[in-house]
């Protein structure tokens, strides 16, 4: 079975700086890229960042030169540093594992639970 596990959300105020991870854990053999997404009150859910295991990354626009992703392999874990946030950045962020190989399974898609990431004063 795969599993993703979000940590590191929380309150911040404005400017202020979040970093969050994701680890997929299962018997994994590969994913191909690895992403986050996040979804406001009244709102589709939207790309934030995602980088692919031969290192692309790809941001929304609205993040770009704020946010940053990176990749452990090894770990099967991503990272989203998040600075200079803004009360707009306030959602549920969704961690993604696009195109997952692992034992006795087909290949596909998994989730995180999601995990509230808040920007006030």
């Known amino acids: 079975q795969v599993q993703l596990v979000e940590s590191g959300g929380g309150l911040v105020q404005p400017g202020g700086s979040l970093r969050l991870s994701c680890a997929a854990s299962?018997?994994?053999?590969?994913?191909?890229?690895m992403g986050w997404y996040r979804q406001a009150p009244g709102k589709q859910r939207e790309l934030v960042a995602s980088?692919?295991?031969?290192?692309?990354?790809n941001f929304a626009d609205s993040v770009k030169g704020r946010f940053t992703i990176s990749r452990d392999k090894a770990k099967n874990t991503v990272y989203l540093q998040m600075n200079s946030l803004k009360p707009e950045d306030t959602a549920v962020y969704y961690c993604?594992?696009?195109?997952?190989?692992?034992?006795?399974?087909?290949?596909?898609?998994?989730w995180g639970q999601g995990i509230q990431v808040t920007v006030s004063s």
């Open positions: 299962g018997r994994i053999f590969s994913i191909y890229a």
């Open positions: 993604n594992a696009d195109r997952v190989e692992a034992m006795s399974r087909p290949s596909a898609d998994y």
């Open positions: 980088i692919t295991s031969g290192g692309s990354r």
